[in-house]
T-cell receptor
Framework: AQKVTQAQTEISVVEKEDVTLDCVYE???????LFWYKQPPSGELVFLIR??????QNEISGRYSWNFQKSTSSFNFTITASQVVDSAVYFC?????????????FGTGTKLQVIP | DTGVSQDPRHKITKRGQNVTFRCDPI?????LYWYRQTLGQGPEFLTY????????KSRLLSDRFSAERPKGSFSTLEIQRTEQGDSAMYLC?????????????FGAGTRLSVL
């Protein structure tokens, strides 16, 4: 069984602050992929990043960075210098070998509100 | 390169009626997925197709639900005898083959309201 936990239901920050969204996962698979998606008010889920379980290197893309720590089963997402356009619901997700890497399990999401 | 398209965007129906949703994936994506999302929750996997073959179905997909992808292109999701508990956003996604084969790209969804 797979499980993704996003303990933060809602976060509010003032524009230009940094914010970290937490994600903890559980899986019995030894190989798996982790994802982050953004869901703005329009509703369409937007793919942000995919990491595989063999690659623990942190990644930075512009104002976004991701910290993958296998030892703590966490895959946290940091937005630096937040902007109002970052306001959305962010989902962490997991797909494992046992599901052919096709069946994706999503967390319940973290709603981020960036206040101008 | 157009994205995943879903139709209709909104559907209001009375309990007991049948409804059908359509999904057009990104062209040349051979995998297509259906998810259901209720308020305050993440998407829940329902089923997926590789070309025209339906390879996996969740136990969430009761006998009243059926999905098809007859020619390996667009897909339809039908709900028969709708119930109020079926009210949700139904999301479709597609993914390519190759190295990016499990990155799923989502449509904007069809929001179903059952009265």
């Amino acid at each position: 069984a797979q499980k993704v936990t996003q303990a933060q239901t809602e976060i509010s920050v003032v524009e230009k602050e940094d914010v970290t969204l937490d994600c903890v996962y559980e899986t019995r698979d030894t190989t798996y992929y982790l994802f982050w998606y953004k869901q703005p008010p329009s509703g369409e889920l937007v793919f942000l990043i995919r990491r595989n379980s063999f690659d623990e290197q942190n990644e930075i893309s512009g104002r976004y960075s991701w910290n993958f720590q296998k030892s703590t089963s966490s895959f946290n997402f940091t937005i630096t210098a937040s902007q109002v356009v970052d306001s959305a619901v962010y989902f962490c997700a997991l797909s494992g070998y046992s599901g052919g890497y096709q069946k994706v399990t999503f967390g319940t999401g973290t709603k981020l509100q960036v206040i101008p | 390169d157009t994205g995943v398209s879903q139709d209709p965007r909104h559907k209001i129906t009375k309990r007991g009626q049948n409804v059908t949703f359509r999904c057009d994936p990104i062209s040349e994506h051979n995998r297509l997925y259906w998810y259901r999302q209720t308020l305050g929750q993440g998407p829940e996997f329902l089923t997926y197709f590789q070309n025209e073959a339906q390879l996996e179905k969740s136990r969430l997909l009761s006998d009243r639900f059926s999905a098809e992808r007859p020619k390996g292109s667009f897909s339809t999701l039908e709900i028969q005898r709708t119930e109020q508990g079926d009210s949700a956003m139904y999301l479709c996604a597609s993914s390519p083959g190759g190295a990016g084969k499990n990155i799923q790209y989502f449509g904007a969804g069809t929001r179903l309201s059952v009265l």
